[in-house]
């Protein structure tokens, strides 16, 4: 994942009428040792501090990539919503308002974005005809017991892979989730434990030896 993109989006036009060199106005200031909360930092962005964006940026970078790379299967396309990402996050930052974690915010951001970014790769599909998977599908079958993972956890409902891996491996809560997909959290919870004990049943079929167990995800239930 490249690094490169807080100066590229800080020199752009997305964000050239706030004077980003301005010192923010801070009515609560913290101690010098504390580190700052995420909400902060992005109220302090959009007061001007461009450090405040950097240190959104290197927090997120790693955990957004990884976001799209467990749903796509080119990691260029990856890197690239990513940067997409971080870029709508310049974008409508004079729009932003602190009504949530800035977690559930930016995978908002992101989970629009691969939205659109499966669109595009529907519609291009159908005008080139092609039969196969609209979806830049990462799962592929193989012997590697992380493939078979994948290609299980591709076999789930659409809803249900969504709310395993924003729980599993993004590490959102349940209201985090509800709140992103919008539904109610009562939902949330008994679709993850069907996605959870379908992707058992996935697993538990004849398979590579080394293909891995649910005891982790089975212990969070």
Known sequence: MQDALPAFVLHSEAISSRPMDATPNRTDPSPPDAVPADEQLMLEFTQGSSDAFTQ???RYKQPIFAYFCR???DTSHAEELTQETFLAVVRGAERYQ???LFRTYLYAISFKILRAHRRRQAFRATFRGDRKSAHDSSARVGPDALFF???AVAKL???????LLLREFEE??????ADL???PVNTVRSRLFRARMALRDLLQTPAPVSAPHLTEFEERA
């Not at 409902?157 to 709310?163: G, N, P």
């Not at 959102?172 to 989730?177: C, D, K, N, R, V």
């Open 157 to 163: 409902d659409a809803t249900d892979r969504e709310i």
């Open 98 to 100: 602190p009504r949530a």
């Open 56 to 58: 959104l940026f290197e």
């Open 71 to 73: 749903r796509l299967a």
């Open 181 to 183: 997909l919008r539904l």
């Open 172 to 177: 959102l809560s349940y209201a985090e989730i």
């Open 149 to 151: 993972l994948r290609d």
